[in-house]
């Protein structure tokens, strides 16, 4: 890249969360409190954006304390042995972001649905930019694979975990 920009997340304004059914008749929402990620991009433009993003698995919340241990433990994120997860990007063609998805000690290619959301100039003279990123990864893919039936034979935790983040980048002086 010619015109290099760096961008550092505004975790004000971000929020990084997961969704999975739970018993197949709800979903349960968890959040990380305590993440990063930065972006290098041509000026403002964020085609082929370099993105790198981590959370610390500690910092998970679910509302239930009990729940966030329980996830925290070595039947999920063993936050002890394994305290980040990452994603390191690979391509961004204005929609799809494809990159190398870590978590415990696994990394595979996922796809994430990124909707670029412009760039703006706040009160303060910043100059940011806006996104809404989602998408679906298999927790077993990255041997998150607990897993528990009811006496009704229901799976207590779905395979599937959609991601959902709403990001702000502040560009960097």
Do not use: C
Not at 63 to 83: G, I, M, T, V
């Amino acid at each position: 890249m010619e015109n290099n920009t760096n961008w550092s997340i505004d975790n004000a304004h971000s929020e990084v969360a997961f969704k999975v059914k739970h018993m197949m008749i709800s979903t349960v929402t968890g959040h990380f409190g305590d993440f990063t990620a930065t972006a290098k991009t041509n000026g403002d433009n964020f085609s082929n954006a370099v993105v790198e993003f981590s959370a610390k698995t500690a910092s998970l919340d679910t509302k239930n304390k009990d729940r966030d241990a329980h996830l925290q433990s070595d039947d999920f994120f063993n936050s002890e042995k394994y305290p980040e997860l990452k994603f390191v990007s690979k391509s961004f063609d204005g929609e799809n972001l494809v990159g190398d998805l870590t978590i415990r000690d696994v990394t595979k290619e996922v796809t994430l649905n990124a909707e670029f959301n412009g760039v703006a100039v706040d009160p303060y003279g910043q100059t940011k930019a806006g996104f809404e990123i989602t998408g679906e990864v298999s927790r077993k893919d990255f041997n998150l694979t607990w897993n528990a039936v009811t006496e009704a034979g229901s799976i207590v935790v779905s395979d599937k975990v959609k991601l959902v983040a709403d990001v702000q980048f502040i560009k960097q002086a």
